[in-house]
């Protein structure tokens, strides 16, 4: 499945004690150092003083604290971010005194990010005389940055607003307000599918007031002269999150004009969108609710498909029609939209149902749950053991594994099969042969860890597994990966930030239904999960039978064959 953007991300040694300031693992350069003496310590902090100063916890002593004295004058906005950690060592003052040279900051600015990323504690340290001067660089700089590799600095950004996700808007968008409207539709069009809602919607916030400010509509932003693939992906992120509303509101200029340009732009497919993520996206705005923006899209996207020489993209136009035409609910749609008879040409199947006979093996559910061994890891461990163990399951630990066993309700019972953090590999193996000994097939896999374990989770589903459950940040982007390789499978993804406090209400709520019903119905789980789940961010959890991207994934896997036949133009 093709993405927009991928934020970088590393596996953490799980070895490693988590003493930097960040809270992250020190890396194999901060170990060597820290057992190799005072001068390997010093070596770091002249050849790395950015990992010296993080680190500085693993460094006591007062030659070490020479060699963070000078690693901070090369670094100095690593020791500003350090310095809770810094103001309580023997010497630190004088570290964090020297680090908070203007001048000396000024010149380590790089593309400006520096400064965006320890405003907060600048502004509580310096004159604000010093501070203004150092955000007018900081600014000038980051624009300059934005101009030569808008990509990489997108990247930057969307992580740098995502690690800020508890500060105050003011404070965390204070990075986008340095940028420019055209800047910012770009920043959103890379960085935007994977970024946390909140900052997504933050971003979107701060275009608007560019906009204005420089007296433009979003229609001058999508007819730009070589924008349409960047509009395309800036389409498909905003809509995707739920913001369709703002690209058709006032700010929009012509209506009809944005959505011809907008259905264009997706359907000429050559933007690198994944063609099932743009019927998805493209179903998702004809529910908007302004009526002349969704008749406009209508028209739009019945003109395309009524016209277009080219299979593939009236495939997509198809896919899209059909989605929306299956949420109509008796709403009529506009003539042009009618006239091409979406539904019926392309109708939709209903996802495989979760029965009792999908789900259960002689009256018992089998899960299969991974846990990895991070600290994220260990403590959802513990809390599901805690959790079920008050509930009166039977935990038995296998050694290197567990089994959660639910007490059996009208002749059902949940086992749930979990990986104990830090069995690593022989935990594994000696979990596959216990389900291979008992002649075991999970089917219901559940993913508890961060993105960069998905790859782990993955080998454990099997073509017939029911339901996937990606509990992880953007675990949206495994939807098609997770379908190819069971292609009957129910996926329930987080669009963007998955919650550990979230992750264990909804499954609670999962295992009631099965409890009670045997079967597993969206619409009961949803209305509870609705009533229960208070946290905002239970809104990037898709409903799996609602969900326009799984939808369109399975409409386009059916189409895909008759596609590969057709003669391309």
């Given at each position: 499945m093709?993405?927009?953007?991928?934020?970088?991300?590393?596996?953490?040694?799980?070895?490693?004690?988590?003493?930097?300031?960040d809270?992250?693992?020190?890396?194999q350069?901060?170990?060597?150092?820290?057992?190799?003496?005072?001068e390997?310590?010093?070596?770091?902090?002249?050849?790395?003083?950015?990992?010296?100063l993080?680190?500085?916890?693993?460094?006591?002593?007062?030659?070490a604290?020479?060699?963070?004295?000078?690693?901070a004058?090369a670094?100095?906005?690593d020791?500003?971010?350090?310095?809770?950690?810094?103001?309580?060592?023997?010497?630190?003052?004088?570290?964090?005194?020297?680090?908070?040279?203007?001048?000396?900051?000024?010149?380590?600015?790089?593309?400006?990010?520096?400064?965006?990323?320890?405003?907060?504690?600048?502004?509580?340290?310096?004159?604000p005389?010093?501070?203004r001067?150092?955000e007018?660089?900081?600014?000038?700089?980051?624009?300059?940055?934005?101009?030569?590799?808008?990509?990489?600095v997108?990247?930057?950004?969307?992580?740098?607003?995502d690690?800020m996700?508890?500060?105050h808007?003011?404070?965390?968008?204070?990075?986008?307000?340095?940028?420019?409207?055209?800047s910012?539709?770009?920043?959103?069009?890379?960085?935007?599918?994977?970024?946390?809602?909140?900052?997504?919607?933050?971003?979107?916030?701060?275009?608007?007031?560019?906009?204005?400010?420089?007296?433009r509509?979003?229609?001058?932003?999508?007819?730009?002269?070589?924008?349409?693939?960047?509009?395309?992906?800036?389409f498909v992120?905003?809509?995707?999150?739920g913001?369709?509303?703002?690209?058709?509101?006032?700010?929009?200029?012509?209506?009809?004009?944005l959505?011809?340009?907008?259905?264009?732009?997706?359907?000429?497919?050559?933007?690198?969108?994944?063609?099932?993520?743009?019927?998805?996206?493209?179903?998702?705005?004809m529910?908007?609710?302004?009526?002349?923006?969704?008749?406009?899209?209508?028209?739009e996207?019945a003109?395309?498909?009524?016209?277009?020489?080219?299979?593939?993209?009236?495939?997509?136009?198809?896919?899209?029609?059909?989605?929306?035409?299956?949420?109509?609910?008796?709403?009529?749609?506009?003539?042009?939209?009618?006239?091409?008879?979406?539904?019926?040409?392309?109708?939709?199947?209903?996802?495989?149902?979760?029965?009792?006979?999908?789900?259960?093996?002689?009256?018992?559910?089998?899960?299969?749950?991974?846990?990895?061994?991070?600290?994220?890891?260990?403590?959802?461990?513990?809390?599901?053991?805690?959790?079920?163990?008050?509930?009166?399951?039977?935990?038995?630990?296998?050694?290197?594994?567990?089994?959660?066993?639910?007490?059996?309700?009208?002749?059902?019972?949940?086992?749930?099969?979990?990986?104990?953090?830090?069995?690593?590999?022989?935990?594994?193996?000696?979990?596959?042969?216990?389900?291979?000994?008992?002649?075991?097939?999970?089917?219901?896999?559940?993913?508890?860890?961060?993105?960069?374990?998905?790859?782990?989770?993955?080998?454990e589903i099997?073509?017939a597994?029911?339901?996937?459950?990606?509990?992880?940040?953007?675990?949206?982007?495994?939807?098609?990966?997770?379908?190819e390789q069971?292609?009957?499978?129910?996926?329930?993804?987080?669009?963007?930030?998955?919650?550990?406090?979230?992750?264990?209400?909804?499954?609670?709520?999962?295992?009631?239904?099965?409890?009670?019903?045997?079967?597993?119905?969206?619409?009961?789980?949803?209305?509870d999960?609705?009533?229960?789940?208070?946290?905002?961010?239970?809104?990037?959890?898709?409903?799996?039978?609602?969900?326009?991207?799984?939808?369109?994934?399975?409409?386009?896997?059916?189409q895909a064959?008759?596609?590969?036949?057709?003669?391309?133009?």
């Amino acid at each position: 499945m093709q993405t927009l953007w991928q934020r970088p991300k590393a596996a953490p040694n799980p070895n490693a004690p988590p003493t930097c300031v960040d809270e992250e693992p020190p890396g194999q350069a901060v170990l060597d150092a820290a057992a190799g003496g005072e001068e390997a310590v010093a070596r770091l902090a002249r050849e790395r003083p950015a990992d010296a100063l993080r680190c500085s916890d693993l460094f006591p002593g007062a030659a070490a604290t020479e060699a963070l004295l000078a690693a901070a004058r090369a670094a100095p906005y690593d020791a500003v971010g350090a310095f809770e950690r810094l103001s309580v060592r023997p010497g630190g003052a004088a570290i964090v005194e020297a680090a908070l040279d203007p001048a000396l900051l000024e010149r380590a600015l790089d593309n400006g990010l520096p400064f965006y990323q320890t405003r907060h504690e600048l502004r509580r340290r310096l004159q604000p005389a010093a501070v203004r001067a150092l955000e007018g660089r900081a600014a000038r700089l980051l624009a300059g940055a934005f101009r030569q590799d808008p990509v990489a600095v997108s990247s930057q950004i969307g992580i740098l607003l995502d690690d800020m996700s508890e500060d105050h808007p003011a404070d965390r968008f204070r990075v986008a307000l340095a940028l420019p409207a055209d800047s910012l539709f770009e920043l959103i069009a890379h960085a935007g599918p994977l970024l946390y809602t909140s900052s997504l919607d933050g971003l979107v916030n701060v275009l608007r007031i560019q906009l204005k400010q420089e007296k433009r509509s979003v229609l001058n932003l999508a007819k730009a002269p070589g924008t349409r693939a960047l509009w395309a992906k800036f389409f498909v992120a905003v809509v995707s999150s739920g913001r369709a509303r703002d690209l058709f509101d006032a700010t929009a200029g012509d209506v009809r004009e944005l959505a011809r340009v907008s259905v264009a732009a997706l359907l000429t497919l050559d933007h690198g969108v994944a063609p099932p993520i743009v019927a998805g996206a493209l179903a998702d705005a004809m529910t908007i609710r302004l009526i002349p923006a969704r008749t406009a899209l209508e028209d739009e996207v019945a003109a395309f498909h009524r016209t277009t020489q080219d299979p593939q993209a009236k495939a997509v136009a198809g896919l899209a029609g059909g989605l929306h035409a299956l949420r109509l609910s008796g709403r009529p749609a506009s003539p042009a939209f009618q006239t091409e008879r979406f539904g019926e040409l392309y109708r939709l199947p209903p996802p495989p149902a979760l029965s009792e006979e999908r789900l259960f093996q002689r009256g018992v559910n089998w899960q299969r749950m991974t846990f990895y061994d991070d600290r994220d890891g260990r403590a959802s461990f513990r809390a599901f053991v805690q959790q079920r163990r008050a509930l009166g399951w039977a935990i038995n630990d296998h050694g290197g594994f567990i089994t959660a066993a639910s007490p059996e309700r009208r002749g059902r019972r949940i086992v749930i099969i979990a990986d104990v953090p830090g069995s690593g590999e022989a935990g594994r193996a000696a979990l596959r042969a216990w389900l291979e000994q008992h002649g075991v097939s999970p089917t219901i896999v559940v993913h508890r860890g961060h993105s960069y374990h998905e790859d782990g989770t993955m080998t454990e589903i099997a073509a017939a597994t029911a339901l996937v459950f990606w509990g992880s940040c953007g675990g949206h982007v495994r939807l098609g990966a997770t379908l190819e390789q069971a292609p009957d499978a129910q996926v329930l993804a987080t669009q963007n930030m998955g919650i550990s406090t979230v992750n264990q209400a909804l499954l609670r709520i999962i295992e009631e239904r099965l409890l009670t019903s045997g079967t597993i119905d969206w619409a009961v789980v949803w209305a509870d999960a609705q009533a229960q789940i208070h946290d905002r961010r239970f809104g990037a959890y898709k409903r799996p039978d609602q969900d326009s991207t799984n939808l369109a994934l399975r409409g386009w896997r059916m189409q895909a064959d008759r596609v590969a036949k057709l003669p391309r133009n």
